[in-house]
């Protein structure tokens, strides 16, 4: 007779907090010598906003090629990473040390405390009160990131430390706002977002 086996053990459920909704329009930013059409710059938003199956309303993207669509409509960022990149812009002279980085201000639509990259997979659940969101993939950084940081190697910066944040897609439409509470939820835990985001830019840390 063949022994039971104990089946593997759940993952920990894991809760956090929206700290801020933001949403931005395309506009013109000058890039160097070039001045392009980006949407990277988000303000916070008063209020619930409608999350649609697009994204977040009022929200826009310059480039639909690499962001938004239904597989990456909200990117959403862990507040804890904030001071580390308020250190690195003061370091480089963008801003002073005591200067706090404004909500919006890395492109992210949802500011979370509570969860890190290391704590998400690939098919992990953001169960919101009014919806879900499901984690879809990590957020690839691009010259449009350095210019909204003020410095040309934030991007380089975000590969090497791993701070990316996760794109979400959009499970259940409903409304999102500041000070709700989140949960966690274990998707089936196959391709961890820190892991995709490492072996997407393998050889690229320089």
């Not at 700290?19 to 070039?34: E, F, I, M």
């Not at 169960?127 to 010259?143: G, H, Q, T």
């Amino acid at each position: 007779m063949t022994p039971a086996t104990d089946p593997a053990p759940a993952a920990p459920t894991m809760a956090g907090r929206v700290l801020a909704v933001c949403v931005g329009a395309s506009r013109p930013v000058d890039v160097g010598t070039r001045r392009v059409m980006s949407a990277i710059g988000k303000r916070p938003v008063d209020g619930p906003v409608a999350v649609r199956p697009q994204g977040l309303a009022g929200d826009e993207q310059a480039d639909p090629t690499v962001h938004g669509g239904q597989s990456k409509a909200v990117y959403a960022y862990p507040s804890e990473h904030l001071r580390f990149w308020q250190t690195v812009r003061a370091q480089a002279r963008v801003s002073l040390w005591d200067e706090p980085l404004p909500p919006g201000l890395l492109g992210e639509n949802l500011l979370l405390a509570g969860v890190l990259e290391r704590d998400l997979w690939i098919g992990d659940a953001l169960r919101f009160p009014d919806c879900v969101l499901v984690v879809s993939e990590p957020r690839s950084p691009c010259f449009k990131f350095n210019a909204a940081m003020g410095f040309a190697q934030a991007s380089k910066l975000m590969v090497q430390s791993g701070f990316c944040g996760a794109y979400l897609a959009v499970r259940e439409p409903g409304t999102l706002a500041a000070g709700q509470p989140f949960e966690l939820v274990p998707g089936p835990r196959e391709v961890g977002l820190a892991e995709l985001f490492r072996a997407r830019h393998a050889g690229r840390r320089d």
